[in-house]
C-alpha cells in the first residue's frame, strides 16, 4: 500500500522549533517531488514547500521563506521540514504529499503544530 | 500569485441529485508544456484531504466515476452525476501551473438538503 505517515508535531512556544518528519512507503520515493501542506485549524489548504526527487530544487511560500527548510533522506525513504522561529501563524496540521501527477498523491495523514506560549 | 476562487462556498445538494462546484483562476492555467495542471480535493468531516481529479479531467484510482472535472484557461468545474451521502465534505480545487506558490481555492462545503 501507498503510505505517508508524519510525525514531530506537538506543542511549541513562539520562536522556538520542531522539526517534522515524514516516512515513505509502497512507491518510488526517489523519483517523486514532495511538498508540505499545511491547514490552519478550521481554515483552507495552504502550500508550504516543495522538494525535488534528488533535494537540490527546494522552493517555498513567502510565509515561512527563511524560517522552514525542507529535505529529504532517499536512503530512508522520509521528507523533513524543519520549523524555526516559529509563530503562532504556523499553528495547524501540515500534512506531506507527493507529487504523482502533481501535487497531491499521496497524502498523509497530518501532524498537528500548536505554537502557544 | 495564482488566486483560485470557488463557488459557491456552500452547496445544499438533496441526495440522488446532480451538483456542481466552479473554480476560476486569476491566470490562465495552460502550462508551456500544453498541460493545464488544475486538481480537486476531496476532505471529509475529521479526514486528510484526497485528490480526486487531476489535471483537470483524470480521476485518481478509486475515485467513483460519479466524479467528473472539465475546463479550460481559467474556467474549471467539478461536478457530481448523483450525490451520495458519503460525497458530503469541502472541496478545493488546486493549480500547479504557475508555482510557486501552488495555491488553492477557499474550498465548498457540500451538504445534504
Known amino acids: 500500500d501507498v503510505l505517508l505517515v508524519e510525525s514531530g508535531g506537538g506543542l511549541v512556544q513562539p520562536g522556538g522549533s520542531l522539526r517534522l518528519s515524514c516516512a515513505a512507503s509502497g512507491f518510488t520515493f526517489s523519483s517523486s517531488a514532495m511538498h508540505w501542506v499545511r491547514q490552519a485549524p478550521g481554515k483552507g489548504l495552504e502550500w508550504v514547500s516543495r522538494?525535488?526527487?534528488?533535494?537540490?530544487?527546494?522552493h517555498y511560500a513567502d510565509p515561512v521563506k527563511g524560517r522552514f527548510t525542507i529535505s529529504r533522506d532517499n536512503a530512508k525513504n522520509t521528507l523533513y521540514l524543519q520549523m524555526n522561529s516559529l509563530r503562532v501563524e504556523d499553528t495547524a496540521v501540515y500534512y506531506c504529499a507527493g507529487d504523482r501527477g502533481g501535487l497531491g498523491d499521496p497524502w498523509g495523514q497530518g501532524t498537528l503544530v500548536i505554537v502557544s506560549s | 500569485d495564482v488566486v483560485m476562487t470557488q463557488s459557491p462556498l456552500s452547496l445544499p445538494v438533496t441526495l440522488g441529485q446532480p451538483a456542481s462546484i466552479s473554480c476560476t483562476s486569476s491566470q490562465s492555467l495552460v502550462h508551456s508544456n500544453g498541460n493545464t495542471y488544475l486538481n480537486w480535493f476531496q476532505q471529509r468531516p475529521g479526514q486528510s484531504p484526497r485528490r480526486l481529479i487531476f489535471?483537470?479531467?483524470n480521476r485518481d484510482s478509486g475515485v467513483p466515476d460519479r466524479f467528473s472535472g472539465s475546463g479550460s484557461g481559467t474556467h474549471f468545474t467539478l461536478s457530481i452525476s448523483r450525490v451520495e451521502a458519503e460525497d458530503v465534505a469541502v472541496y478545493f480545487c488546486?493549480?500547479?501551473?504557475?508555482?510557486?506558490?501552488?495555491?488553492f481555492g477557499q474550498g465548498t462545503k457540500l451538504e445534504i438538503k
Open positions: 488546486m493549480q500547479g501551473t504557475r508555482w510557486p506558490p501552488y495555491t
Open positions: 489535471q483537470v479531467s
Open positions: 522538494i525535488g526527487d534528488t533535494g537540490t530544487q527546494r
